[in-house]
């Protein structure tokens, strides 16, 4: 537990240190120096954003601050803002930056994912954390921009079906602590953190907050003997699963039930 808090540490201070020296005037620049004081003249590239904003979506998936998430919302705006605008792809500079149209290239690169495919995946999650429509729409625009592309070679594709994937069979799961109440919190998302679930939006809040939260809007379950509580919404808004996090059993039927979505958006 202390190795991963020293690893969650080290993110925070990145991102908070990424925040003051690289965001300014509404604009995400590229680093240019290894020196904070030496701040750069070039702005940032679209792979500069939806990176950014994927590890601002993880990072609030790790300790809940909003203000992770608020940036992330932020940044994604402006990245439809200053990217979008001509058909349905992004550009992969500014528009105002870039002398020839956005190309519909939607193919991995190298180890990297594509920063164009990233974008999907991050408007998917940002619309599932902050039910915000907008984003799931441009998402969906971006979707269709892809053709048959990732048909004729999908393992250059990747990035592209991990986002469609989360389209057709996305989760939110909404962990709803009272009060002090946390163990069964850290127990199931230390649980989570084993598997690979990348079509699992995750979120927490206290039992005063939980109104604030996409998935607990939708139900009116309570809280159960006065413990932590996980609430699973499927396609549709529908809810698959809702049980306290009490014993190894209860995160088990959580895990479970998180492994084997019931139904596919189509």
Sequence with gaps: MRAALKYLEAAQTAAAQLRQNQFRDGVLWRIGSADPSRQSSTPGMLEDYSYTVQAMID??????????????????????????????????????????????????????????????????????????????KNAENLLLAVGDAAIKCAPSHSQYLTALDLYMDSQIATIVTPGDVQEGARAALAAMGTQFLPHVVV????????????????????????????????????????????????????????????????
């Design 59 to 136: 990072l609030y998936q790790n300790d809940f601050n909003p203000a992770w998430l608020e940036w992330a919302v932020q940044l994604q705006g402006l990245m439809q803002q200053e990217f979008g605008g001509i058909g349905k792809a992004l550009s992969h500079a500014p528009l105002k930056h870039s002398l020839l149209p956005p190309f519909q290239d939607f193919g991995d690169h190298g180890d990297l994912p594509n920063p164009l495919a990233l974008s999907i995946s991050t408007g998917l999650i940002l619309s599932a954390l902050t039910g915000d429509e907008t984003h799931l």
């Design 203 to 266: 979120c927490a809040a206290s039992e005063e907050q939980k109104s604030q939260q996409p998935s607990a809007v939708l139900h009116d379950k309570e809280l159960i003997d006065g413990a932590a509580t996980i609430h699973v919404l499927g396609s549709e808004n529908n809810l698959e699963f809702s049980g306290a996090l009490v014993t190894d059993a209860d995160i088990d039927s959580a895990m479970s039930a998180l492994q084997n979505p019931s139904e596919l958006k189509l």
